[in-house]
T-cell receptor
Framework: AQKVTQAQTEISVVEKEDVTLDCVYE???????LFWYKQPPSGELVFLIR??????QNEISGRYSWNFQKSTSSFNFTITASQVVDSAVYFC??????????????FGKGTKLSVKP | DTGVSQDPRHKITKRGQNVTFRCDPI?????LYWYRQTLGQGPEFLTY????????KSRLLSDRFSAERPKGSFSTLEIQRTEQGDSAMYLC?????????????FGSGTQLSVL
């Protein structure tokens, strides 16, 4: 079975604080893909990053960074110097490469981030 | 730049009625997905198409649900004899090529309320 767990339901920070959103996944596939999506109040999910299971290099994109650790099945997302515009629900998602889940994303329940001025 | 378009944005219906939603993907995208999202949850996969072929359906998709993509372009999702439990946001997404690691482009969704 495949599963994505985002234990943090809601996080509230003050602008300019750093914040880390946790994601833990379960899969039996040896090849899989991990994603983060952002869902602002407008409702449209926006792709942030895709990571392949065989590439454990961490990635940085501006104020965003991602820490992928296969040993702990985690794919955490850090926002540095948060801004009010970062307020949204963030979803971690998993896509396997084989078996019944081929072709679809398994999403976590999301973490609602509120950044206050 | 035309993104994924969904129509209508909101639909209110009475229990037992049929409803149909439409999705227009990004024009060069050959894969189209339908997801359902309820309040406080992540999107749940319903079905997907590659061109006009429906390749996978979730067990969530009961017999009352049917999806089509007749010409490999736009898609429709029909729910027959709606129930209150069908109330949710229905999201459409598209992507290009056949690679499983392609990112999805989502529409803004159709919010269904069944009274």
């Amino acid at each position: 079975a495949q599963k994505v767990t985002q234990a943090q339901t809601e996080i509230s920070v003050v602008e300019k604080e750093d914040v880390t959103l946790d994601c833990v996944y379960e899969t039996r596939d040896t090849t899989y893909y991990l994603f983060w999506y952002k869902q602002p109040p407008s409702g449209e999910l926006v792709f942030l990053i895709r990571r392949n299971s065989f590439d454990e290099q961490n990635e940085i994109s501006g104020r965003y960074s991602w820490n992928f650790q296969k040993s702990t099945s985690s794919f955490n997302f850090t926002i540095t110097a948060s801004q009010v515009v970062d307020s949204a629900v963030y979803f971690c998602a998993l896509r396997g490469n084989y078996g019944g889940s081929q072709g679809n994303l398994i999403f976590g329940k999301g973490t609602k981030l509120s950044v206050k001025p | 730049d035309t993104g994924v378009s969904q129509d209508p944005r909101h639909k209110i219906t009475k229990r037992g009625q049929n409803v149909t939603f439409r999705c227009d993907p990004i024009s060069e995208h050959n894969r189209l997905y339908w997801y359902r999202q309820t309040l406080g949850q992540g999107p749940e996969f319903l079905t997907y198409f590659q061109n006009e072929a429906q390749l996978e359906k979730s067990r969530l998709l009961s017999d009352r649900f049917s999806a089509e993509r007749p010409k490999g372009s736009f898609s429709t999702l029909e729910i027959q004899r709606t129930e209150q439990g069908d109330s949710a946001m229905y999201l459409c997404a598209s992507t290009e090529t056949g690679s499983l690691n392609e990112k999805l482009f989502f529409g803004s969704g159709t919010q269904l309320s069944v009274l």
